[in-house]
């Protein structure tokens, strides 16, 4: 059975931080590009940030840039997301997920359609 199982989130006051892990289990992910979403409430799922398969190049959205970075840890199966200089706005459900696509060259996915295992989520609550 494939999982995806997100960790870390939790309640933080602005400009705090938090350090969300998804780890996999049932198959390796290590051919995959991995990327993490959230949805707000009454909001649709947005994309947040994805990293190669390899590591070796990532992409975010614009709202989080410069304050999120998303690694990997192949030998470990496990997609990170660090969260800085967190805003009230950040708060969602985060969501880690695996492209469909394996050893993908092209510009790493953005659409909920690319990914097709998703975690259950963990919430991030970010207070004023």
């Known amino acids: 059975q494939v999982q995806l199982v997100e960790s870390g989130g939790g309640l933080v006051q602005a400009g705090g931080s938090l350090r969300l892990s998804c780890a996999a289990s049932?198959?390796?992910?290590?051919?995959?590009?991995m990327g993490w979403f959230r949805q707000a409430p009454g909001k649709e799922r947005e994309f947040v940030a994805a990293?190669?398969?390899?590591?070796?190049?990532?992409y975010y959205a614009d709202s989080v840039k410069g304050r999120f970075t998303i690694s990997r840890d192949n030998a470990k199966n496990t997609v990170y997301l660090q969260m800085n200089s967190l805003k009230p706005e950040d708060t969602a459900v985060y969501y880690c997920a695996a492209d469909k696509t394996y050893y993908r060259g092209s510009d790493l996915p953005a659409l909920i359609d690319e990914y097709d295992y998703w975690g259950q989520g963990t919430q991030v609550t970010v207070s004023s």
């Open positions: 049932g198959r390796t992910f290590s051919r995959h590009a």
């Open positions: 990293i190669r398969w390899s590591g070796g190049s990532t």
